[in-house]
């Protein structure tokens, strides 16, 4: 068998949207499965529309995504002179032909057809006229009229087109450039594509380029077309349903193997398992498993699976992607070994890494702005003896240890007669600013002595200022 080259080709004229993502997922997945090649391939052919810093922004999604390449990426602007000397052996063959029809006529063939309730087609006017190349010549390919052109897609089954139907296209505008179709198909010919998997909004323009490999007398690649993503009301995927680009979701907080793993089950399934890690898809994707129906995109969905990745993932690897978010909040990232300590009490609890970076704040704080209603709740007159009681266990400390902070926290009850909850919100409120947060152990022992303590002071202090006026009861 021979090896399995893939390609992902995407015009760079917007952000990589997560259907894009998703067709660049399925063939990049499918080449490791297979040990083949994935190629990329952007095709920036229409100039007015695609931009470098498009172009840009594709490839650091996929780079984000953890999506590699074999090859490219090649840009199709680059390749106008492969195209030419390709469009030149159709004109060679016989396969292709030079047309001057003038627009006017094309305009007036077309009106006719719709009068008469036909599908308009170039009638062939210059086909045998064997016509030379002139400033105003655009080259089209010629298409049998007769018989039919079976697209046999590995996810589809059998699609038969008549070729009645086409017409003799467009493959050289008059100004020397390809067009979309001979580009691509020259591109994959060159690049040894043999398995195409792509949206099924192509399905259309499939027979043509299998016409066009024919004419080259090249084997047709293998193709897969997958049905498209839509949103949740069954209508084609548009901002009204939520983010698109690859690149939000990177700044909403969502880890790449979340996203990867959502919409690889937009359009795969492997039974029911929802779950999956990249080097389990690796393993398992195939083409048999491509669905028949499209993937409807939920953005509730993928916010739950982005809580289990981040739960699923050990927080040393998490680091590295929390990071440039407590960065962007002027927190200055410690070590690893205290950022994992960190993100320990936080992974359970965070839907995205923007919620883990929000809920870590109060670690790196200098002086903790507090609440007012949580401060007024809680740091009251009647806290004041639990608060100064713990401090004077914890400043006796040596080693400031799990087993001894909760044993601190004991004698605080014994003393006090208290239970656990009533000495914990104000401590929690003293030493994170707010009234929910992770377990207090668990802060007190990131925090450490020295910040601990001093944090206590300062809710001591604060009391001390606030509540002068003594409280009645509670
Ligand atoms: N550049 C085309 C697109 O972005 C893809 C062409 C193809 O997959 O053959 O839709």
Not at 86 to 105: M, V, W
Request: glycine content about 8%; some cysteine; overall charge neutral.
């Amino acid at each position: 068998m021979d090896e399995i080259i893939t390609r992902f080709p995407p015009s760079p004229t917007g952000y990589l949207h997560v259907g894009g993502a998703r067709t660049a997922l399925f063939n990049w997945l499918y080449a490791r499965h297979m040990k083949g090649r994935f190629i990329l391939r952007l095709e920036d052919t229409d100039m007015k529309r695609s931009k470098k810093e498009y172009s840009d922004a594709i490839i650091d999604s996929l780079h984000w995504m953890g999506l590699d390449w074999d090859e490219g990426p090649y840009f199709q602007s680059e390749r106008f002179d492969l195209y030419k000397e390709y469009i030149q052996k159709l004109i060679d063959s016989g396969n292709a032909y030079y047309c001057t029809c003038s627009p006017e006529r094309l305009e007036t063939i077309r009106s006719e057809a719709m009068a008469e309730g036909r599908k308009p087609k170039y009638d062939g006017a210059c086909r045998n006229r064997d016509l030379g190349k002139t400033s105003n010549a655009v080259v089209r390919l010629v298409v049998p009229q007769a018989g039919t052109t079976t697209l046999k897609d590995a996810v589809k089954g059998n699609i038969e087109f008549q070729n009645s139907e086409l017409d003799d296209f467009i493959i050289c505008r008059s100004d020397g450039t390809p067009t979309y179709h001979l580009a691509v198909v020259v591109d994959d010919i060159t690049m040894g594509v043999n398995t195409i998997i792509r949206g099924d909004d192509h399905v259309n323009n499939t027979p043509k380029q299998m016409l066009l490999y024919r004419a080259f007398k090249n084997k047709i690649p293998l193709y897969g077309h997958v049905p498209m993503v839509l949103g949740r009301d069954r209508t084609r995927l548009s901002k009204r349903h939520g983010a698109l680009s690859v690149t939000a979701y990177k700044e909403m907080g969502y880890l790449p193997d979340a996203l990867i793993n959502y919409l690889v089950r937009l359009g795969w399934s492997h039974g029911d398992q929802e779950f999956f890690l990249k080097d389990e898809l690796i393993e398992k994707f195939t083409l048999k498993n491509i669905g028949h129906s499209p993937g409807i995109f939920d953005t509730n969905k993928l916010l739950s699976l982005n809580a289990d990745h981040i739960k699923g993932k050990k927080p040393g690897d998490l680091v590295k992607h929390l990071t440039p978010f407590l960065e962007k909040r002027r927190c200055k990232v410690n070590d690893q070994a205290s950022m994992e300590k960190i993100i320990e009490t936080l992974n359970t609890r965070s839907k995205t890494l923007e919620d883990m970076a929000d809920g870590a704040m109060f670690y790196f704080a200098g002086d903790l702005v507090y609440d007012a209603k949580a401060a007024k709740k809680f740091l009251k007159r009647s806290s004041m003896e639990p608060l100064k009681l713990l401090l004077e266990n914890l400043g006796a400390m040596d080693s400031f240890t799990k087993e001894g902070i909760e044993d601190a926290f004991k004698k605080v009850m014994e003393t006090t007669g208290l239970k656990l909850g009533k000495i914990a919100q104000p401590v929690r409120v003293a030493l994170t600013g707010k009234t929910a947060s992770p377990g207090i152990f668990e802060i007190l022992e990131v925090l450490g002595k020295d910040k601990s303590v001093y944090r206590l002071e300062k809710a001591i202090n604060h009391i001390n200022e606030t509540a002068d006026i003594p409280e009645n009861g509670n």
